[in-house]
């Protein structure tokens, strides 16, 4: 079984960027639609972008307008563009397919810390 690998996370200064990354298995890539989920610590894991086999995305309200989604289908790969940060973004990231999350496909996550 190989899993999604999610790179990209970090530490940022609120307002900063960050950019990650996704390599998802071909078998699931071109087919279904797919998601960035987040967990942070003490709360339930949420979706907050996803994009369809056609490219069409939708975005939580929390991060509508600051993170875009987008996807490389020659390459396997899954983005997640995040601008102006907050405290609140603090989380391990998580990409899947959406709107749940299949349960043989998460992965490690990869962690984002935004502070004030």
């Known amino acids: 079984q190989v899993q999604p690998v999610e790179s990209g996370g970090g530490s940022v200064q609120v307002g900063g960027s960050l950019r990650l990354s996704c390599v998802i298995p071909?078998?699931?890539?071109?087919?279904?639609?797919l998601g960035w989920h987040r967990q942070a610590p003490g709360k339930q894991r949420e979706l907050v972008a996803s994009?369809?086999?056609?490219?069409?995305?939708d975005y939580a309200d929390s991060v509508k307008g600051r993170f875009t989604i987008s996807r490389d289908s020659t390459k396997n790969l899954l983005f997640l563009q995040m601008n102006s940060l907050k405290p609140d973004d603090t989380a391990l990231y998580y990409c899947?397919?959406?709107?749940?999350?299949?349960?043989?496909?998460w992965g490690q996550g990869t962690q984002v810390t935004v502070s004030s």
């Open positions: 899947n397919t959406a709107p749940s999350g299949h349960p043989n496909y």
């Open positions: 071909g078998k699931i890539f071109n087919f279904a639609t």
């Open positions: 994009i369809t086999p056609g490219d069409g995305t």
